[in-house]
């Protein structure tokens, strides 16, 4: 599957097909369709009769085992949070689905994952064409399971083809990134992005479209679970950031999505940055208000030094020793830089 924002990088990426890399990284903000692009790409691949533009045709029997899920010569590694999500369309899932197991499903591609392939790589191909590994999130992969993927690429099997996809190069090893081919699947226009929203009958498509950062696919999950209880209970609390509103505000945020707190904040302290020095709003316009109030007052030192110091939360959201305290101290040190 598709979406229309990729077009243009599918007719680019067809350029490639004629000296096949044996590894492409996919790279591009988070959910904008690069894990439904790679599998297109994928099952494209192994197709027995590929259309001109270079799409599968759909109907050979290559094609009918991709989309069985069951291709001989395909294999798609991701974290078990995902397989627990059958259908998971894009690299965030839509986070509404749980695991089966009273067990939490790692977020993580751990080292069994990739040796479990050793055998896939070493027999041959059953239809006399390639091999296709789909990985995603690359960033997902544990150290171990990063270096075993490392000493695959080094030493690449003929005939087989990898393609990974990440929402974030800096968290990857140089040496993968050094080893595949970088391929860029940029963020739609908002127009295009808002467009396809209404396509799909978001209510309220524009607004769920700017509090996601532009990404119709994180759009469109967001919409469908039809609350925003989370999100306003934070930004009622950045409108008007004081200590004790803090400490409230973190008991009622401990259970919420870190990663997701951490980024409406980013996208928060943009907009107060962003109209301190043009007046502009990118992803609160309804928050305008408050937006130029905490603006007028905030120091620019400040916003810089809250800016740097929620870059460095996200690096570690995923794996807080205490969300609470994550949490409590995140909000304190907002309401220390902007009042």
Same mark, same amino acid.
């Given at each position: ?213 532009? $990404? /119709?696919? &994180? %759009? @469109?999950? +967001? ?6 209880? #989370? !999100?306003?209970? *934070?930004? =009622?609390?950045?409108?008007?950031? $004081? /200590?004790? &509103? %803090? @400490?409230? +505000? ?6 919420? #999505? !870190?990663?997701? *707190?951490? =980024? ?76």
């Amino acid at each position: 599957m598709m979406y229309p924002w990729q077009g243009a990088a599918w007719t680019q990426l067809q350029a490639l097909r004629a000296r096949m890399p044996h590894a492409i990284l996919f790279h591009g903000p988070t959910g904008t369709g690069k894990a439904d692009f790679i599998e297109a790409f994928a099952q494209a691949l192994l197709c027995e009769n590929a259309r001109p533009d270079g799409q599968a045709c759909g109907v050979c029997a290559s094609c009918g085992w991709f989309v069985q899920h069951n291709h001989p010569d395909y294999r798609r590694v991701r974290p078990e949070a995902l397989e627990d999500e059958p259908g998971a369309g894009d690299e965030e899932g839509d986070g509404d689905r749980k695991s089966k197991s009273t067990k939490a499903p790692s977020k993580e591609i751990k080292i069994e994952q990739i040796r479990a392939l050793a055998d896939f790589m070493n027999i041959s191909t059953h239809r006399q064409g390639l091999r296709v590994v789909v990985l995603y999130p690359a960033e997902a992969l544990n150290t171990p399971a990063s270096n075993a993927l490392l000493k695959t690429l080094e030493e690449p099997p003929p005939g087989t083809v990898f393609l990974l996809s990440s929402n974030s190069l800096d968290r990857l090893l140089p040496t993968i990134l050094s080893r595949c081919r970088k391929f860029a699947l940029p963020m739609p226009s908002h127009d295009d992005a808002l467009a396809w929203l209404n396509a799909q009958s978001v209510p309220d498509a524009d607004s769920w479209l700017r509090e996601q950062g532009g $990404a /119709p696919l &994180a %759009a @469109l999950a +967001a919409s469908a679970h039809g609350s925003r209880e #989370e !999100l306003d209970v *934070l930004l =009622a609390f950045l409108a008007r950031p $004081a /200590p004790d &509103a %803090a @400490l409230r +505000a973190a008991d009622k945020l401990a259970k919420a #999505e !870190l990663p997701a *707190l951490v =980024a409406w904040t980013q996208r928060w302290l943009y907009d107060v940055f962003s109209y301190k020095l043009s007046g502009k709003i990118r992803y609160y316009p309804r928050y305008q208000k408050e937006l130029a109030a905490l603006a007028g007052r905030a120091q620019t030192n400040n916003l810089l030094r809250a800016i740097k110091a929620m870059n460095e939360r996200r690096a570690v959201a995923d794996h807080p020793l205490s969300a609470k305290l994550f949490v409590e101290d995140m909000l304190l040190e907002y309401t220390g830089c902007c009042t």
